[in-house]
């Protein structure tokens, strides 16, 4: 990036601003969202960058944290959580929908316990353009047929038809999973 470039570029502001114009934001905000934005400079110097989604809670998040670190072994790709990104925004909403703005693809490890991307899932199949760019990590478990849940399952099956539904139930297996990602 040259020093004459902005650090976010103008397409990229341009579609935080439209997600934004319906929202009553003040000064400070727009100078936190402006900061996070800056913040994702990695997302715009490499070639592939990932949002990895996901359960935050002790273990799952070291689970996060493989598939994070697995992709950022590959050449000029740059992989990230939500937490990566600082600041504390009142709508979270608006902070995922401005980095999946950005991002090449949105990867969801999805696992059974509470706190899951349950909301986001919902986002990344309630629109067209994150849909085709999502690709889903889904835990197996030997003892559950259906560990989800109905409305789970029927998002694992859109992604699954698409061929972006990735199958795990060890962390080698994650890893190998993670592997097969675009």
Aim: charged share 35%; no cysteine.
């Amino acid at each position: 990036m040259s020093d004459e470039e902005p650090p976010v570029p103008e397409e990229v502001l341009t579609s935080a601003k439209d997600r934004l114009d319906d929202e009553e934001i003040s000064l400070a905000d727009n100078e936190e969202i402006l900061h996070a934005l800056s913040e994702l400079t990695p997302v715009y110097e490499n070639d592939r960058s990932y949002f990895v989604l996901g359960n935050y809670d002790r273990e799952p998040i070291r689970r996060l944290n493989v598939v994070v670190d697995r992709l950022n072994r590959r050449t000029d790709t740059y992989a990230f959580r939500m937490v990566d990104i600082r600041g504390e925004w009142d709508n979270s909403i608006q902070k995922f929908y401005l980095i999946s703005d950005i991002v090449t693809y949105l990867v969801g490890v999805a696992e059974k316990e509470p706190s899951d991307f349950l909301v986001e899932q919902g986002l990344l199949v309630g629109t067209i353009e994150y849909f085709t760019k999502s690709h889903v990590l889904k835990r197996e478990y030997e003892d559950e047929a259906h560990p989800f849940g109905w409305m789970q399952d029927g998002v694992f099956d859109l992604f699954d038809r698409e061929g972006r539904l990735y199958r795990w139930q060890t962390e080698e297996d994650l890893v190998e999973a993670t592997d097969e990602l675009p």
